[in-house]
């Protein structure tokens, strides 16, 4: 008897293994759709786009976007161009700074959780009028509005860091996009989906100039007994 609850205890944890590679599996796929996309993007050998009747009726019975892309407000960022994506493949919550907030956290626990999506982006840009106001301000020891107050942590470690005032801007827009990231994962629900496997968190920065998207090396996952 002991012996059979060894070998169905092995199996659960095999199953539960292969659900996980699975969800990594898919959160990878999603990943080299939009690099690929983003290649076509920049090379301006775009894919042809469904945008008929037919396809418009098929989505408005329900949505199976295979990624999330949280990023700026700013009107040089859409997603769905720079991706190269086509209608219901790219769920988007876009805010000035792509910093987040619960109503944003919400959107993202959405698509993960009720739509299944397995990826998430979290997307900074260069060149951002969020970070580069909010360096500005700290430079002028003005008063930070609330979306300042959301990046001033991020500025404040680049200049720590040190370097030009371009390589200081630089460096905060990577490091607030780090930051934002460690907010997302402070979601129980999202935290949970990532631990699962369920759901793959990337993070990368756009070029203005280049049209291409680079990605960003994020810390390591918050473990989900520390999340709140």
């Known amino acids: 008897m002991k012996r059979f609850r060894v070998l169905i205890g092995l199996l659960i944890v095999i199953v539960f293994a292969g659900f996980v590679v699975a ?16 290649k076509r993007f920049v ?20 949505q199976k976007p295979f990624a999330i892309v949280l990023t700026c407000s700013d009107s040089r960022v859409a997603p769905e161009l720079l991706f190269d994506q086509g209608l219901g493949d790219v769920f988007v919550v876009r805010v000035a700074g792509n910093v987040v907030d619960p109503v944003v ?22 060149h951002c009028g969020a970070v580069k106001a909010t360096l500005e301000v700290n430079e002028s020891k003005g008063k930070p509005c609330v ?14 860091k040190g370097g030009s005032h371009d390589e200081i801007l630089e460096t905060a827009i990577k490091e607030n996009v780090k930051n934002v990231y460690k907010d997302v994962m402070k979601s129980k629900i999202i935290n949970h989906l990532v631990h699962e496997g369920k759901l793959k ?16 090396e994020l810390p390591k996952a918050v473990s989900t007994k520390k999340a709140h």
Do not use: C, W
Not at 147 to 160: D, G, S, W
């Open 105 to 126: 956290i919400r959107s993202i626990e959405y698509a993960a959780e009720h739509l299944g999506t397995p990826f998430l982006l979290i997307l900074g840009h260069s």
């Open 147 to 160: 979306l300042a107050q959301k990046i001033m942590p991020a500025v404040l470690t680049a200049k720590k």
């Open 201 to 216: 968190i990337v993070a990368g920065e756009y070029s203005l100039e280049t049209g291409e998207v680079e990605t960003i």
């Open 43 to 62: 090379s301006g050998n775009l894919a042809q786009k469904d945008l008929g009747d037919a396809k418009r009726k098929e989505l408005a019975k329900g």
């Open 23 to 38: 969800g990594l599996e898919k959160g990878d796929e999603s990943l080299t759709k939009l690099m690929d996309g983003n």
